[in-house]
């Protein structure tokens, strides 16, 4: 059964860091490109960041550029979003996405989503 599985949410302070982990079961992560994507409160899901399967490289939304950093974890078969100095604006819930195209990858290609994990940073 194929399943992504994100964790690492939780209530932090501005200026707080948290690491999110996307755990895959039933296919190998490494064969495709995985994105990080939030929704929040009244808005649109959004493309936060991508690591592509072939090289390993990057790409992030311009609003969490030098703040966030996604990485993989080939032998865990886990991606992780590390995301540092965070604002009360990055509150959403973060789902992530597995797909085998380049990135980016638009919201309207995901074909599974999983349950996300609830990101809020309040004082």
């Known amino acids: 059964q194929v399943q992504l599985v994100e964790s690492g949410g939780g209530l932090v302070q501005p200026g707080g860091s948290l690491r999110l982990s996307c755990a895959a079961s039933?296919?190998?992560?490494?064969?495709?490109?995985i994105g990080w994507f939030r929704q929040a409160p009244g808005k649109e899901r959004e493309g936060v960041s991508c690591?592509?399967?072939?090289?390993?490289?990057?790409l992030y939304a311009d609003s969490v550029k030098g703040r966030f950093t996604i990485s993989r974890d080939n032998a865990k078969n886990t991606v992780y979003l590390q995301m540092n100095s965070l604002k009360p604006e990055d509150t959403a819930v973060y789902y992530c996405?597995?797909?085998?195209?380049?990135?980016?990858?638009?919201?309207?290609?995901?074909?599974?989503w999983g349950q996300g994990t609830q990101v809020t940073v309040s004082s």
């Open positions: 996405a597995a797909e085998p195209v380049p990135c980016p990858i638009a919201t309207s290609v995901v074909d599974y």
């Open positions: 690591i592509s399967s072939s090289d390993g490289s990057t």
């Open positions: 039933g296919f190998t992560l490494k064969y495709y490109a």
